[in-house]
């Protein structure tokens, strides 16, 4: 009876003529992967076809308000990658302040498309940043070990 038998490790079998798994062919070269695009993309989408609708009232689309929706959904769902990417690096404070300023600077955009006064989206946007601020910070916080490192999300 072995009650603390080790249990083998699992090794991952290497096939002829392919490098470890995450490395291209090439030296220097990083694959591209589309790890990380899934969320970006569709908060990028959903937001890109609302902005236009917005902004038309119920008349004809038209090229203007493509490219309004195109250019829109790509600066978001850029932004989103980028923080979803790159703000670990951040300490949690700074961090849950991008997230607010991020949130409140999209709401607030599609605030001001309605042909609300620059007054109220800019106090919307506010809201929702410091609102969003206080639940990021909250989340980080609360989600970290002893060390002070986050959560791996």
């Known amino acids: 009876m072995a009650a603390h038998a080790a249990v083998p490790a699992r090794r991952e079998r290497r ?5 470890q798994p995450g490395q291209s062919g090439q030296p220097g ?11 970006p ?6 937001y890109g076809l609302y902005a236009p609708t917005v902004v038309r009232h119920g008349g ?8 309004l929706g195109v250019v829109s959904g790509l600066v978001l769902a850029l932004a989103v990658h980028g923080l979803r990417r790159y703000g670990r690096a951040l300490p949690r404070e700074l961090r849950a302040a991008a997230w607010g ?6 709401i607030g955009f599609l605030f001001s498309l309605s ?8 106090v919307l946007g506010l809201v929702v940043a410091a609102a969003v601020s206080a639940a ?18």
């Open 60 to 67: 004809e689309p038209s090229w203007g308000q493509f490219w």
């Open 115 to 122: 042909d609300a006064s620059v007054y109220a989206a800019t």
């Open 136 to 153: 990021a910070f909250y989340l980080f916080y609360t989600h970290e070990d002893a060390a002070g490192r986050p959560a791996p999300y």
């Open 41 to 46: 993309l569709a908060l990028g989408i959903v």
């Open 29 to 39: 070269q990083q694959r591209l992967s589309s790890r990380g695009w899934g969320l």
């Open 101 to 106: 300023g991020l949130a409140g600077i999209a």
């Open 15 to 19: 096939r002829h003529g392919r490098g």
